[in-house]
């Protein structure tokens, strides 16, 4: 069974004037649609019949997929990821919830900002900034390459893709000016403040009598 390249949750232009039509769609359909081809091609030759990209990523490079495909399999997932946590009309300041528990564990809204300002510009080369829920704490972390927060026991609630192939197109090298945008102008909130909630809501879940 073959992965299919997911559609943008929004248009190609949907997001202009902060990310344009033409980075979208080389990134979209250039870059993020041949990692689906390459895993899709890998796949094949390594017998992988019902791909469930979750679980291959989950047990890291290390965790018997081998690294290429776990590369792959990383790679597609932090794109969907990357592609919903954005939306037209996005950025600003989080909902309340989600906003109250940035305070509670990170900071103030202006601290949490600089702080993943900070963190975006000191990730080296390629990569990924997160919000993630770790051991049921909000706080901010990087990844390199094709690393994702799935294979290190942490929740993402939103990202932000790292990579030049990312921005180069409207913002070249100036990767601050970028992940500033996406805060001000592109981040959805309400997915992440989704993402918060699934978790809130499976920690309080009563437990399951047999």
Partial sequence: MKLAVKPLPYTVDALEPHLSAEAISIHHAGHYKAYVDAFNRIAESEGIEDPNIENLIRGGPEGGAGARVFDLAAQIWNHEFFWDSMKQGGGGMPPNELLGRIESDIGPYETFREAFLQAAIGQFASGWIWLVSDRNTLRITTTSNAMTPLAQSQIPILCCDLWEHAYYVDYRNRRRDFVETF????????????????????????PVLI
Avoid: E, K
Wanted: net charge neutral; hydrophobic share 60%.
């Fill in 183 to 206: 805060l001000s102008s592109l981040a959805n909130w309400d997915f992440a403040a989704l993402n918060l909630w699934a978790i809130t809501r499976q920690q309080a879940a009563p």
